[in-house]
């Protein structure tokens, strides 16, 4: 076993660590930058039908619901489509609106999940077009879909997902740009610009991965909190929901993701000096605002820990500690971001003794709703 994790403690952390190398593998023969290409062999028959969507619906569970909010911003924001991101489990059991208009994207891991299957199933019934976003080659999923794209990342065996997650959110990005292009929503020139920094992307998550000393420390004077709070915005928020389902999952410590700007409507209530609150607070179209939201943590004495983009200062005067990522594309932020709150989680959990790879109570594959 020793010999499977690759000289690692655990999966998980040879799993955050693989990252750079499974969104290259996740990009690989699907991107062309020069050209300002993105190419999908999986959904190429579909290329009409996107063209007249008019509507996407994302389903998934757990950390692939995370990517599907994450898509929502990307998809939006570059193919101009209106898009809904469901709970598998939720969906399945209402009356849902799907019509043969709608594409219908499920995200999955394992490809197995039992709940969204059902939804799949369900869509399908109704005449929606179904794609699939998963990782294990050949499981379900990829069999009740009409086309799809696999993530690449290779075998997951933590059972917190960490790889998985940054290669379904770099296969969304790859869908964003496709769909755009089918739709001419964007110009030939962003094209090449968003492709040329999507490939940098890999060497820029070996950047983060440089954090891990400093996360170690600051997960040293986090590791007795009973409770943590996340706050991002824009992309960023999603992002923080993911960073607080990770510290449940593996460390068993209370945490909550919200939208910044929403603490003031009942978080805010529980910071004092006893309150982590962990801040995606990059320089981007949210920077200032964060940075108020920031402050108002600050009056209440709670703790505060910021991701900040690399050479950031206004930041560093307000926050405890700062965690710095370099700088990108916005639309890259979550694939960034997301490296040192793994490894947050990751470092507080062993800190606590808990048992990383199996957390007591999940399972790698939900095969029951
Ligand atoms: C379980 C796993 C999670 C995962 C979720 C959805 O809860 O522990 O890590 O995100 O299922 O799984 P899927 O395979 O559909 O992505």
């Given at each position: 076993?020793?010999?499977?994790?690759?000289?690692?403690?655990?999966?998980?952390?040879?799993?955050?660590?693989?990252?750079?190398?499974?969104?290259?593998?996740?990009?690989?023969?699907?991107?062309?930058?020069k050209?300002?290409?993105?190419?999908?062999?999986?959904?190429?028959?579909?290329?009409?039908?996107?063209?007249?969507?008019?509507?996407?619906?994302?389903?998934?569970?757990?950390?692939?619901?995370?990517?599907?909010?994450?898509?929502?911003?990307?998809?939006?924001?570059?193919?101009?489509?209106?898009?809904?991101?469901?709970?598998?489990?939720?969906?399945?059991?209402?009356?849902?609106?799907?019509?043969?208009?709608?594409?219908?994207?499920?995200?999955?891991?394992?490809?197995?999940?039992?709940?969204?299957?059902?939804?799949?199933?369900?869509?399908?019934?109704?005449g929606?077009?179904?794609?699939?976003?998963?990782?294990?080659?050949?499981?379900?999923?990829?069999?009740?879909?009409?086309?799809?794209?696999?993530?690449?990342?290779?075998?997951?065996?933590?059972?917190a997902?960490?790889?998985?997650?940054?290669?379904?959110?770099?296969?969304?990005?790859?869908?964003?740009?496709?769909?755009?292009?089918?739709?001419?929503?964007?110009?030939?020139?962003e094209?090449?610009?968003?492709?040329?920094?999507?490939?940098?992307?890999?060497?820029?998550?070996?950047?983060?991965?440089?954090?891990?000393?400093?996360?170690?420390?600051?997960?040293?004077?986090?590791?007795?909190?009973?409770?943590?709070?996340?706050?991002?915005?824009?992309?960023?928020?999603?992002?923080?929901?993911?960073?607080?389902?990770?510290?449940?999952?593996?460390?068993?410590?209370?945490?909550?993701?919200?939208?910044?700007?929403?603490?003031?409507?009942?978080?805010?209530?529980?910071?004092?000096?006893?309150?982590?609150?962990?801040?995606?607070?990059?320089k981007?179209?949210?920077?200032?605002?964060?940075?108020?939201?920031?402050?108002?943590?600050?009056?209440?004495?709670?703790?505060?820990i910021?991701?900040?983009?690399?050479?950031?200062?206004?930041?560093?005067?307000?926050?405890?500690?700062?965690?710095?990522?370099?700088?990108?594309?916005?639309?890259?932020?979550?694939?960034?971001?997301?490296?040192?709150?793994?490894?947050?989680?990751?470092?507080?959990?062993?800190l606590?003794?808990?048992?990383?790879?199996?957390?007591?109570?999940?399972?790698?594959?939900?095969?029951?709703?």
């Open positions: 076993e020793m010999l499977e994790k690759g000289g690692f403690d655990h999966f998980m952390l040879k799993e955050i660590y693989e990252q750079p190398r499974s969104i290259k593998d996740c990009m690989r023969g699907r991107i062309y930058p050209e300002g290409k993105v190419q999908l062999g999986g959904i190429k028959d579909y290329t009409e039908k996107l063209k007249n969507i008019d509507r996407i619906v994302i389903i998934a569970c757990g950390t692939s619901w995370h990517a599907g909010l994450v898509g929502e911003y990307l998809i939006e924001e570059y193919a101009r489509v209106p898009v809904e991101v469901e709970y598998a489990s939720e969906f399945r059991y209402r009356n849902p609106i799907i019509s043969e208009k709608d594409l219908v994207i499920a995200i999955s891991q394992s490809g197995e999940t039992a709940d969204t299957m059902a939804a799949i199933e369900l869509a399908k019934e109704k929606a077009t179904i794609f699939g976003i998963c990782n294990v080659v050949g499981s379900s999923i990829p069999r009740i879909t009409h086309a799809g794209v696999y993530t690449h990342a290779g075998p997951e065996i933590g059972v997902s960490t790889k998985a997650f940054t290669a379904q959110v770099t296969v969304l990005t790859l869908m964003a740009l496709y769909i755009a292009q089918q739709r001419g929503s964007i110009h030939q020139g094209m090449v610009k968003m492709l040329t920094e999507l490939d940098e992307i890999p060497s820029l998550v070996e950047q983060c991965l440089k954090s891990n000393d400093t996360v170690l420390a600051i997960s040293e004077k986090l590791k007795d909190s009973r409770n943590c709070l996340f706050l991002g915005r824009g992309s960023g928020f999603p992002v923080a929901l993911e960073g607080a389902l990770k510290l449940k999952e593996i460390s068993y410590i209370h945490a909550e993701g919200y939208p910044a700007a929403e603490m003031k409507h009942g978080p805010i209530a529980l910071i004092d000096e006893d309150m982590p609150v962990i801040f995606i607070a990059t981007n179209s949210s920077y200032e605002k964060v940075i108020s939201n920031i402050q108002e943590v600050k009056a209440r004495k709670g703790k505060v910021a991701i900040v983009t690399e050479g950031d200062k206004e930041v560093k005067k307000m926050a405890d500690y700062v965690i710095e990522i370099p700088d990108t594309n916005e639309a890259y932020l979550p694939l960034l971001a997301t490296i040192p709150l793994q490894l947050l989680s990751y470092h507080i959990a062993v606590r003794g808990c048992n990383v790879d199996q957390p007591r109570n999940l399972a790698k594959s939900v095969t029951v709703e």
